[in-house]
Structures are given as structure tokens and as C-alpha cells.
């Protein structure tokens, strides 16, 4: 008899990663997967508030979950947290490469500098994670990689200057269908989420002040006139991480109250 479907987006027994998530998107699909049954592992540069949120998961979801310094930009990073990981818990089951930062700046003025940062972490932060851990999950024939993208990889923001932003995104978008791609027959599935404006503490010098003109814009140019808010991410996240997505790879799942419908 075939498995019941909800019994499918349990994640009891497994082990999941989330990089970035001492607040925001991550902390709230952290949240989620710890929910339904999963351990956690959060990665982050900020490791005190990591800490704080790994403990506030442990007590909340009766799951085992833990804090490690993780700067996703750094391959000895990824390899620890992944030998980490598997040493504590003997296996990893979901990666979710959330980390990431945005920077507004118009093309023609921004520094080297600050166009590489953001590459480094939104772009070649998700490729060194994902091969890092996506090495371990290979070996174990099993594993769910959920990359936090944006609908930033698939339109371009307005009024808000931010290409290289936008151009790391597009570029998690199309790593995701390439690893997708490699690792699809060796039991390793890979897929992107694309929010679109979340209210969390990256966009709050913006929501925080409703006459800002670029809230007004975005707020006019979305179909559900609001953001969204970051528990509105934990059902895609339990199911690209869950079994319940077990023909899914490759896919982008947008999330962003239809501003890209139109
Ligand atoms: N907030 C939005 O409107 C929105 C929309 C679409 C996509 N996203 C994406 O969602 C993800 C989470 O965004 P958020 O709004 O929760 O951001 P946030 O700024 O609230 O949180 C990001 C977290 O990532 C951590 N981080 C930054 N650089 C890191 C690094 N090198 N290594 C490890 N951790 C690092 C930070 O310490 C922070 O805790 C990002 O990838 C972002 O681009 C956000």
C-alpha cells in the first residue's frame, strides 16, 4: 500500500542545514523544517545569535539543533560544518543555502569591491556549500538541496539599484537546474525558492518607514499590495526538503504575493 501523503512531508529522524538563519528567511524555514521532526544545523557569520536561535528551536520543537560559525564564501568553512554535521548527527539530509546580502548602489558607481562581496556570498557562497555538503549526500545516494534564490533572478527590481544582486540570483537559478541536472540520478535533488519582498530585517530601514518611496512602488507593482512574511516560506520549504517533492529537481518556486505574475 502506498505511503499516506502527509506521512510524505514528515522529517522525522532527519538532519537538515540552514546557512544564515539566525533571523530573517532562514531562522523562519529553520523553524519549519525543525517542525516537522528535523535536527538542525545553522551555519552563520553571526554565531552568537545563532546560538541564541539553535537554543530557542531546541526548546520549542523538541529536536536536536546546533550553531556553527559558517562563512558560506569559505570552502574550509563548508567542509567543516558538513564533517560537523555528520560526525553529530551521522548524516545530512537538506541543505538550504539562505545566506545572503543585497547592496544598492547605481551600476556605474559601484566599487570592485562591493560588486565582488556580493557574488562571493549570494553566488559562490550556494556553489561552495553545495558542494561541500552536496559531496556527503552523494556519498549517501540520499539528499534535498533548496536554494534561496529570489524573484530578483527572474525580473529586475524597480526603482532600487542593485545588478550585482540581481545577477548573483540569476545565477542560483540556473546553478540550481546545472546541479540539479548533474545529481538527478544519484538521489541528490536541488531547487530554488525566488521570494519576492519579505519583511524581514534586510528590507526593514524600508518597511519600517511606509512613505518610502520605493515601498510605495513595490507595494503599487504587487498584485497583493503587501510583503510577505517569512513563516510564509516553511510549507515550500517542508516540501522541497520532505519526500513529499521526490520528482521535483530543478524547479523555481516563486513566492512573492504574484509581483512577477504581470
Ligand atoms: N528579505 C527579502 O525581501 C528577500 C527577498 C528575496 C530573497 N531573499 C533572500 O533570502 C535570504 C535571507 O534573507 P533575509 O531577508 O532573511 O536576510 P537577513 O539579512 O535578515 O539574514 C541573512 C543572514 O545571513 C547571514 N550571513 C550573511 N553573510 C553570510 C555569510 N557569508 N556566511 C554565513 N551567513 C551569512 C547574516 O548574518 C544573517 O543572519 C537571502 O539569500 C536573501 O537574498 C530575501
Excluded at 522529517?11 to 517542525?35: C, D, F, H
Excluded at 542560483?172 to 540539479?180: D, E, F, G, K, N
Excluded at 524600508?206 to 498584485?223: G, L
Aim: hydrophobic share 45%; aromatic share 8%.
Amino acid at each position: 500500500m502506498e505511503e499516506s501523503i502527509m506521512k510524505r512531508f514528515s522529517l522525522e529522524g532527519r538532519v537538515s542545514i540552514v546557512t544564515g538563519a539566525a533571523q530573517g528567511l532562514g531562522l523562519a524555514m529553520a523553524q519549519a523544517l525543525a517542525e516537522a521532526g528535523s535536527r538542525i544545523v545553522i551555519g552563520e557569520v553571526n554565531v552568537d545569535k545563532a546560538r541564541d536561535a539553535a537554543r530557542e528551536i531546541s526548546r520549542r520543537y523538541g529536536v536536536e539543533a546546533e550553531a556553527m560559525r559558517c562563512d558560506v564564501t569559505s570552502p574550509e568553512d563548508a567542509a567543516a560544518l558538513t564533517d560537523a554535521a555528520r560526525e553529530r548527527f551521522g548524516r545530512i539530509d537538506v541543505l538550504i543555502n539562505n545566506a545572503g546580502i543585497v547592496h544598492h548602489e547605481p551600476a556605474e558607481d559601484v566599487a570592485y569591491e562591493n560588486w565582488f562581496k556580493v557574488i562571493n556570498v549570494d553566488l559562490n557562497g550556494v556553489f561552495i556549500m553545495s558542494q561541500a555538503v552536496g559531496r556527503a549526500m552523494l556519498a549517501a545516494g540520499r539528499g534535498s538541496i533548496i536554494n534561496i534564490a529570489s524573484m530578483s533572478g527572474l525580473i529586475v527590481n524597480t526603482p532600487q539599484c542593485q545588478a550585482s544582486y540581481n545577477a548573483a540570483k540569476a545565477g542560483v537559478i540556473h546553478l540550481t537546474r546545472s546541479l540539479a541536472t548533474e545529481w538527478a540520478t544519484r538521489g541528490v535533488r536541488v531547487n530554488a525558492i525566488a521570494p519576492g519582498y519579505m519583511k524581514t530585517a534586510m528590507t526593514a530601514s524600508f518597511f519600517e518607514n511606509a512613505e518610502h518611496p520605493w515601498v510605495k512602488t513595490w507595494m503599487d507593482m504587487s498584485p497583493m499590495k503587501r510583503p510577505g512574511t517569512p513563516d510564509e516560506l516553511g510549507g515550500l520549504a517542508i516540501y522541497l526538503a520532505s519526500d513529499a517533492s521526490s520528482f521535483t529537481t530543478g524547479g523555481v518556486f516563486v513566492a512573492d504575493g504574484g509581483y512577477s505574475a504581470w
